[in-house]
Each structure stands twice: as C-alpha cells, then as structure tokens.
C-alpha cells in the first residue's frame, strides 16, 4: 500500500505495552491542538483534542499531554494493539482562524 | 451516513492536462478545505473555503484552481501550471458550530503524472 511518509521516525512496541508518541509544536498563540491516526493509503482519522487550558485530556486507551511551556503534545496509547500501527500526527490550531499546522508524523509498529 | 466523500481514489494523468478531484460532504459544514500531502511532510494547505461561493489561497495554491458553488461540494482543479502534481490530495471539513474544531478527512486522492 502507499506510504504517507517513506522517512518518518519509527517507534516499535510491543502488543500489550503502552506506546508513548511525542509533537513539538511551533505556534506559541496556538490554543487547540489534535491528535490524528492515518492508515496507509487512508485519510486521517480524529483520535483526540484539547485545548490550551488544559494540560490533560483522557479518551478511550488514549491520553494527550499538553506542555504549554515548552509546547510539546504527546499521544499516549494504553495496550497497544496490531490495530493501532499506523502513522500518527498532531495538529495546531490558533482558535478562530483557518490556520493548521500539522506535524510529520510518527510511524507505530505494534509488534505480536 | 454522513462523511465526506472523495473521488477517484487514484488518478493517473499525462503532463499538460488538467484534473479535477471532486470531494462532497453531507455533513452541513461551512468550511472546507484541500491539502497536499507528500512523504515526510505535514500536510500543506492548498485552498480553503468557510463559505459558499467564498475561497481563500492557502500557502501552496500555485498551479491548482477551485470552485464552492454548493455547500457540500468542494472540486479541487490541478492544472498544468502545477510543476510537481503527484501527490496523495486530503479534502477536510470543519463545521461552523463545532464546539472541538475537528476537521473531517475524507479517503483521499492520489494523483499520478505520467
């Protein structure tokens, strides 16, 4: 299938252990930020957001920190499973405006 | 069900012609919008639209052309004057009222020169 990013940095887990995925953001007016998963050859699915007057925001095995300090964004992935290989980027976003700012990307490998 | 719906998956096409992608959601979204997305980079943004009959550039709109004639429909053009078209193209929408911000990702399209 087709790859959205030949070059990306990899992080390789193993099923059942928790997956840790790290954002730098750029935009210190940036105030919402999203987390996304996309398949190979697919369009990016919403897996979580927050914003800015939060620092942590729990979903569905899924958690996102938000350092405003040093504008970092991590994804945290609980139990990881074969399903949830694939590439997966952040987002910011400085409310009321059109403006996104996506990151590269990192690539998860769940390995059984 | 509602989403957003992108077409055709893959495309090839000879140099000097142009394309259209045709992207249609029937979520009721205001703003729409079209990325490019190559290897090893975040998404970049070709053309966005809030409102029909309303578009703004994005920062790579050189050489592509849209139109938003209706609200659900969001064509996106690449013409010949796009040097480097090959790509993997994303169509997004973003509800007016949404209270989270997302943006909605159709499968998207990617395109081929020959």
């Known amino acids: 299938g087709e790859s959205v990013g030949l070059h990306l940095p990899t992080l390789s887990v193993q099923e059942g252990d928790n997956s840790i995925i790290n954002c730098a953001y750029s935009n210190s007016a940036s105030d919402y930020f999203i987390w996304y998963k996309q398949e190979s050859g697919k369009g990016p699915q919403f897996i979580i957001d927050?914003?800015?007057?939060?620092d942590k925001r729990q979903g569905q095995r899924v958690t996102v920190l938000l350092n405003k300090t040093v504008k970092h964004l991590s994804l945290q992935i609980a139990a990881t499973q074969p399903g949830d290989s694939a590439v997966y980027f952040c987002?910011?976003?400085?409310?009321?405006?059109?403006?996104?700012?996506f990151g590269t990307g990192t690539r998860l490998k769940v390995l059984a | 069900d509602g989403g957003i719906t992108q077409s055709p998956k893959y495309l090839f096409r000879k140099e000097g012609q142009n394309v259209t992608l045709s992207c249609e959601q029937n979520?009721?979204?205001?703003?729409m919008y079209w990325y490019r997305q190559d290897p090893g980079q975040g998404l970049r943004l070709i053309y966005y639209s809030q409102i029909v009959n309303d578009f703004q550039k994005g920062d790579i709109a050189e050489g592509y052309s849209v139109s938003r004639e209706k609200k659900e429909s969001f064509p996106l053009t690449v013409t010949s004057a796009q040097k480097n078209p090959t790509a993997f193209y994303l169509c997004a929408s973003e509800g007016e009222d949404s209270s989270t911000g997302e943006l909605f990702f159709g499968e998207g399209s990617r395109l081929t020169v020959l």
């Open positions: 979520l009721n979204h205001d703003a």
């Open positions: 927050i914003r800015s007057n939060m």
């Open positions: 987002a910011e976003n400085t409310s009321g405006t059109y403006k996104y700012i």
